[in-house]
């Protein structure tokens, strides 16, 4: 087996900030966990024949696994740990077909991801203890970009950050979008419906074309790629007959080996708009007034809001912010709207295209604040390209710019770190994040009971939203000291009430943790289940073996399901 675990990245950043992620553990030794039902003797067999497959350097086991365990595990919520029984990284399709044909000969389920970056969420451990780590990383590939149709075709390896440099070194006429942490991976964080905040923003709404190897090896492609000569393979959703793209996204179906994506062109101009108000109860104006505006086409591309207590998050811990017990109070919040030139809540929104377009959009927002939301403060800086060309992102400033005009970072990094108070602190978060009406009073009264659920344990309330047209994703972060049991148990107690008095108002998370999964499918349950129901039945027809990420989503084979619980 490989003696040494390798870099992940070229770029010194995200491998640092790798190696920070994984490198404090809570538990230094990495327990032995054969995969379900399968011996010592055949577990043995089988990955002999995986390293003929793969070679020596592609397979780990043992202390070698310390980077496929959740780096963010709280023993104090009473789940088994999910560590792998070895770790395997192919680099090509043949390569995983060929390990495919192992695992299923012995029935020992794969666990598969991109880069392992859902931190907060489970990262790369495996849903089932002693499933094998499928690690795509080495699949790095860039196979196309499309300059003329704004589209780039990756592999499951390439990140945000990756795919940037290569528009940027070849001078390409295309912004990418990237998430808040550019050492992600793209495929990755399409298929968990990660978000961006370009215009191409909302990922897995701008897919067009897979290639998915099943379980059995057999390759397909979807949508105008399934034509072996399509010169529309990347740039429509359309099909023949039923669209089979979701499928595959948070899913264990299949495994997504290459994808289509849409770039956003490269504009003329970009403002960076912002809209603060002084009131926690201003929330509810903030989402009737920009959810209308999202909806009638006015602010056609996402917008972000934002708490004030996570804000703070970047610019100090919470020891610096507050020198008492318990959350900061909210006259000393008020402080903190002066010392961040910021309001209790701050709204934040792209906008781009030709400049006298972008120039008559901001007029009606303008227009509309003032008549619908007076009590806000609303801002606005334009960057436009020289002499009327098309505009350069690294142009824009990094305070305006950054992830708002595709550039990948690690800006909001020092988030984790917020509760840290000792030397040797460990920064961790999780996160419950449900779906909700974009409506003023319902965001309102889910906001009100988030902070105090948050605060009976004596957190903060750290919170964002994601406003779509219709719907957000109301996001609040559950940062905590690893090394301390204390604040252990409480985010899990601030996660379980969240959860609670979510499932009450029909709220469901958009993604979740791996010890969550189960309890959020539980949510989906009209006709006895039937969604779920029907997805296993796939699963079966296409995974009659259950190797392809047992439990994941809530979606278990038959021959599995007892681990359900």
């Not at 020992?108 to 795509?136: E, Q």
């Not at 993604?511 to 309890?519: E, I, Q, T, Y």
Request: hydrophobic share 40%.
């Amino acid at each position: 087996m490989a003696a040494n675990v390798p870099s992940r990245y070229t770029d010194p950043l995200y491998q640092t900030a790798h190696d920070e992620a994984f490198s404090k553990p809570l538990f230094e030794k990495i327990q032995e966990v054969l995969p379900p039902d399968v011996s010592r003797e055949d577990f043995t067999l089988a990955l002999a024949k995986i390293i003929d497959v793969l070679g020596e350097d592609a397979v780990f086991i043992g202390q070698r696994l310390k980077e496929y365990v959740d780096p963010y595990e709280i023993p104090e919520s009473g789940h088994e740990r999910n560590v792998p029984s070895a770790a395997v990284c192919p680099s090509s399709v043949s390569e995983l077909q060929a390990l495919l044909q192992v695992v299923n000969e012995y029935k020992i389920p794969v666990w598969t991801f991109s880069r392992g970056k859902n931190l907060g969420y489970g990262g790369p451990a495996p849903r089932v203890p002693g499933s094998m780590a499928l690690d795509l990383h080495r699949m790095n590939k860039i196979i196309e970009v499309n300059e003329k149709f704004s589209y780039a075709v990756v592999e499951p390896g390439v990140t945000f950050g990756d795919l940037y440099e290569y528009c940027a070194a070849n001078k390409l006429k295309v912004w990418p979008s990237t998430a808040s942490l550019g050492w992600g991976s793209i495929i990755g964080n399409t298929l968990d419906r990660g978000m961006g905040f370009i215009p191409t923003g909302v990922h897995h709404e701008n897919v067009a074309g897979m290639e998915v190897v099943l379980a059995n090896g057999d390759v397909v492609r979807t949508g105008q790629w399934a034509m072996s000569n399509s010169p529309s393979a990347h740039i429509t959703k359309l099909t023949f007959g039923p669209t089979i793209d979701g499928l595959f996204l948070q899913s264990n179906l299949g495994i997504v080996t290459k994808m289509g994506i849409n770039l956003t062109p490269q504009p003329q101009a970009y403002m960076a708009c912002s809209f603060d108000v002084p009131e926690f109860e201003h929330i509810e104006t903030i989402v009737d007034v920009f959810g209308e505006l999202r909806r009638n086409g006015t602010l056609p591309y996402m917008v972000y809001v934002f708490y004030i207590a996570e804000w703070a998050t970047m610019f100090g811990k919470h020891s610096e912010w507050w020198k008492g017990d318990g959350p900061i109070p909210d006259w000393r919040l008020k402080e903190m709207q002066e010392d961040l030139d910021t309001g209790i809540w701050t709204v934040k929104f792209g906008l781009y295209g030709p400049t006298t377009l972008i120039k008559a959009q901001f007029e009606e927002v303008q227009r509309v604040v003032a008549k619908d939301a007076p009590a806000g403060r609303l801002r606005s800086t334009l960057f436009t390209g020289e002499d009327g060309g098309l505009l350069e992102a690294t142009a824009v400033s990094p305070l305006y710019g950054g992830v708002r005009v595709g550039i990948p970072s690690m800006w909001n990094i020092p988030m984790v770190n917020y509760y840290n108070l000792k030397p040797d602190s460990v920064g961790a978060h999780g996160a419950y994040s449900p779906i909700v009406p974009l409506d003023g009073k319902t965001v309102l009264e889910w906001a009100r009971t988030a902070k105090g659920i948050c605060a009976e344990q004596g957190f903060d309330f750290l919170c964002d939203f994601f406003m779509h047209e219709r719907y957000a994703i109301f996001v609040t972060m559950l940062c905590f000291d690893k090394t301390s049991p204390e604040q252990r148990a409480g985010v899990d107690k601030v996660f379980n009430g969240l959860f609670r008095e979510g499932s009450k108002r029909g709220f469901a998370k958009y993604r979740a943790h791996l010890n969550h999964m189960d309890l959020n499918a539980d949510l989906f349950d009209f006709n006895n289940h039937a969604y779920r129901r029907f997805v296993e039945t796939l699963k079966e027809s296409l995974d009659p073996n259950g190797i392809l990420s047992p439990g994941k989503m809530g979606i278990w084979p038959e021959r599995l399901k007892r681990l359900r619980e």
